[in-house]
């Protein structure tokens, strides 16, 4: 089964509105963290924000917010004020097990944003 | 947060043949990570080399075709052996440095 599930294959926003992107999870661990990257066509992944299953508030960094659900295991990502050069995939990604030396990333298919002038 | 160094930045390659990327970071990492992206796909994860030791490779992917080096902390290469064009894919180093993973910028592969 999917741990990391992006419901969004496609999503459009006209700019200057904010969008939200799904992410939902499964793990039976405790102790875990949520990632949203970005990959422009260019190819490089740019780590955008970043919320741990202890934090009692919602990550925010600038123009992105991550609303955290953890009852609902869902940890979605806002990007307010869309902009152009915010057309890109969009990827959320998860490490379990925070304290064990496991380090490696889940991640989800992807979610392509466009924006619309 | 790390600084990664990623080269070639992109490779047209007969097939049959063999590409070394680097990954150069501008601090001491102790695991780095070396992830495939199929064109359309999410990323997969080759393996995890630590400084030291053999890689540590994921279900599907093996030494022979993906040998990794990693002769200090601040360095490592993949190289993909015997190309083909499945082996097409935009290849990326990444390190764990802070809270958010760092990742060089990318080596698109194209196998023709």
């Known amino acids: 089964a999917q741990k990391i599930t992006q419901t969004q294959p496609g999503m459009f926003v006209q700019e200057k509105e904010a969008v939200t992107l799904d992410c939902t999870y499964d793990?039976?661990?405790?102790?875990?963290?949520l990632f949203w990257y970005k990959q422009p066509s260019s190819g490089e992944m740019i780590f955008l924000i970043y919320?741990?299953?202890?934090d009692e508030q919602n990550a925010t960094e600038g123009r992105y917010s991550l609303n955290f659900q953890k009852a609902r295991k869902s940890a979605n990502l806002v990007i307010s004020a869309s902009q152009l050069g915010d057309s890109a995939m969009y990827f959320c990604?998860?490490?379990?097990?925070?304290?064990?030396?496991?380090?490696?990333?889940?991640w989800g298919l992807g979610t392509s944003l466009a924006v619309n002038p | 947060s790390a600084v990664i160094s990623q080269k070639p930045s992109r490779d047209i390659c007969q097939r049959g043949t063999s590409l070394t990327i680097q990954c150069q970071v501008d601090?001491?990492?102790?695991?780095m990570f070396w992830y495939r992206q199929q064109p359309g796909q999410s990323l997969t994860l080759i393996a995890t080399?630590?400084?030291?030791?053999?890689?540590?490779?994921e279900s599907g992917f093996v030494i022979d075709k993906f040998p990794i080096s990693r002769p200090n902390l601040t360095f490592s290469t993949l190289t993909v052996s015997n190309m083909s064009p499945e082996d097409s894919s935009i290849y990326l180093c990444?390190?764990?440095?802070?809270?958010?993973?760092?990742f060089g910028s990318g080596t698109r592969l194209t196998v023709v």
């Open positions: 990444s390190v764990d440095k802070g809270l958010g993973y760092t």
């Open positions: 601090s001491q990492v102790t695991m």
């Open positions: 080399a630590n400084q030291g030791s053999e890689a540590t490779y």
């Open positions: 793990t039976s661990d405790q102790s875990y963290g």
């Open positions: 919320q741990g299953s202890y």
């Open positions: 990604a998860m490490r379990e097990g925070l304290r064990s030396s496991n380090r490696k990333l889940i």
